[in-house]
């Protein structure tokens, strides 16, 4: 257990469907992120939420909406999404953006769009 | 722009053997760097990280690695490899002005017993 916990741990969404991912920490950090995982890709930093505030979109489409109702959740709406969305979508929290602190992770969602 | 290189994408060692993974990134200021490691069906955990000081670290299980600020390196090693050190290894770099981590592609390790 890393203290990270993402929900579910699989979908499969057609792509008029609209679904959500969840993600809840239990470490008392202040900033929270959304990854996303691609077979043969480095991870791509998706969103930054620090103390509740988005501080990075890192060009990500609009289907992908992300919300973080306090510093230990933290949410992905999705909807319309693509085939090529499919993938492994990690967060990760920690203490703060700063440089120096590390960043934890959850297991992730596997999400396939059909 | 910031990246991170990984040169072998899959490796694959018996037991014993000794294990050195590349890891290069492109950062023209101070850099903090971590290697990271997913084991199958788990999530990404910290295998070790260097802030400052000694630029070689030691990390969990054996593993440690090596800082060389003047290749832009950040190699990770062990001695002799086990069968449970199966898994995906993957560099990540944050620059002192930027608080996103850059990861690289992973290296797949395979041991074999």
């Known amino acids: 257990e890393t203290g990270v916990t993402q929900t579910p741990r699989h979908l499969v969404m057609g792509m008029t469907n609209k679904k959500s991912l969840k993600c809840e920490q239990h470490l008392g950090h202040n900033a929270m992120y959304w990854y996303k995982q691609s077979a043969k890709k480095p991870l791509e930093l998706m969103f930054v939420y620090n103390f509740k505030e988005q501080t990075e979109n890192n060009s990500v489409p609009s289907r992908f909406s992300p919300e973080c109702p306090n510093s230990s959740h933290l949410f992905l709406h999705l909807h319309t999404l693509q085939p090529e969305d499919s993938a492994l979508y990690l967060c990760a929290s920690s203490q703060d953006t700063g440089s120096d602190t590390e960043a934890f992770f959850g297991q992730g969602t596997r999400l396939t769009v059909v | ?113």
């Open chain 2, 1 to 113: 722009a910031q990246s991170v290189s990984q040169h072998n994408h899959h490796v694959i060692l018996s037991e014993a053997a000794s294990l050195e993974l590349g890891c290069n990134y492109s950062y023209g200021g101070t850099v903090n760097l971590f290697w990271y490691v997913q084991y199958p069906g788990q999530h990404l955990q910290l295998l070790l990280k260097y802030f400052s000081g000694d630029p070689l670290v030691k990390g969990i299980k054996g593993f440690e690695a090596e800082f060389i600020k003047s290749k832009f390196s950040f190699n990770l090693r062990k001695p002799s490899v086990q069968w449970s050190d199966t898994a995906e290894y993957f560099c990540a770099v944050k620059g002192s002005t930027l608080g996103r981590l850059y990861f690289g592609r992973g290296t797949q390790l395979t041991v074999w017993p």
